[in-house]
Every structure is written in structure tokens, then in C-alpha cells.
């Protein structure tokens, strides 16, 4: 099966703290790779250097066959990226700011697309409320809309579900399965294990910025009965 992301042999430091350490990994089109691993693992930094907003210290990464350290924009442009933390301008209302995602990407004719998702997540009655005036869940379910609106190829999501209800999570968790079955891959962030558990096709296990173990969830499942005891056993 083609392979989607590859990166071999990443490092990053911040001064004397090492966040990633030597990180190789790979991820195939079509499946729902899950990095997993306590706070301050590292997941966040992998993420930001595999969408090129972060420039590794050492290594190589390949997205949808773009070279991220040479062409961190261009790989920026096919693929979908929501944040851990929601940052929309907070001078545009819901609506503009889904426009602006598709200006900024050369993109015309999504205005269907863009009221398809306001209806699918159900916030199209707050579309034209400013962003700063969103509660944190409306603020996550855009920031989740201009990830997908376009219809990507390839999404990273770091942390997915923190600050939406349990209807809307139950819908967005369907979304992604339906998504991977038409050829899409997501490569989700996350310490929720039951997230992980109940979506993911492949996970690396990651701890001081080093990836640990990758597994198949089935695998894990059967030798481990849950993602709660691989977890346990594999991190220490």
C-alpha cells in the first residue's frame, strides 16, 4: 500500500531539552495512524515538523511524495492541520474564515463544501458570530471544518475531541472512519486512549520523544485485551 508519510531519523532540540530523538516512521494511505503517549512526549513537535512548521535538526520527511524540509509550503497546502490548540483570527466570523482557508489555498467553488460542514457539525446558526465571540467547542468544531472542507488527502489532528460534546463526537468519530474508507488518512495525536482504541488502524507508542513501538490496534488488542494495558506495559 503507498505510503502517505515517511520520516526517518528525526530529531529536534530546544536548548538542552531533546524532543525528539531519532523518530522514524511511516504511515499508509488509507488508515488512521495514532501517535499515543503521555503529556510532553514529544507527539505535538512531530506533528509541527511533519506539516513543516517546525524544522527538524537532523533527519528526513516525506509527505504525499513533497520533501517537507525543502518545501514546507507546498506541503502545507495539500494536507489538512488541526491544531491542539484552536487559533482562528479572531476578526472573522465562521463563514469568512473558511473562505479565507480556501483563498489561501487557491481554491474556488467550495462555498458548498463550506455549508456542508457548518450543517454536518451544527453550528451554522453561529456563522456569522465572530470568532473571538465562539465558545472553545464551536471554536474547535471550524477549526475541524478547515481541515476537512476541501477534501484532503491527508489530516493531522492533535488532540481531536477535548472541547466538543459526546453527540458531536460520536458523529466526527463515524466521519473519520467513512473518510479512511474512501482513500483518506488521518495521522491523530492523542493520550485519550478509548479515542485511540476506537479509531485508529496503527499506533506508535511514544515517550520522551522516542517512538517505542508501532503496532497494529488488532495486535494489541489481542495481546493486551485494551490500548490501556499495552500502554502501561510498553511506556515503562
Known sequence: ???????????????????????????????????????????????????????PDKGSVNVLGVDVLKNPVKARERVGIIPEHEIPPSFLNCEEYLQFAAQIRGLKGLTN????????????????????DLSRGTRQKLMISQAF????????????????????????????????????????????????????DTVGFINEGEIIKTASVKDLLEKYDDLENAFVRIIK
Open 113 to 132: 463544501n463550506i455549508r456542508e460542514w457548518l450543517e454536518f457539525l451544527k453550528f451554522k446558526n453561529e456563522k456569522n458570530k465572530l470568532s473571538k
Open 149 to 200: 472542507f476541501f477534501e484532503p488527502e491527508l489530516v493531522f489532528i492533535d488532540e481531536p475531541l477535548v472541547n466538543l460534546d459526546p453527540l458531536i463526537q460520536r458523529k466526527f468519530k463515524k466521519f473519520l472512519r467513512k473518510y479512511v474508507k474512501k482513500g483518506g488518512t488521518v495521522f491523530l495525536c492523542t493520550h485519550v486512549l478509548a479515542m485511540a482504541e476506537e479509531v485508529c
Open 1 to 55: 500500500m503507498k505510503t502517505v508519510i515517511e520520516a526517518r531519523e528525526v530529531s529536534k532540540s530546544y536548548g538542552k531539552i531533546r524532543a525528539v530523538k531519532k523518530v522514524s516512521l511511516q504511515v499508509r494511505k488509507g488508515e488512521v495512524f495514532g501517535l499515543i503517549g503521555p503529556n510532553g512526549a514529544g507527539k505535538t513537535t512531530i506533528v509541527k515538523i511533519l506539516t513543516g512548521q517546525t524544522r
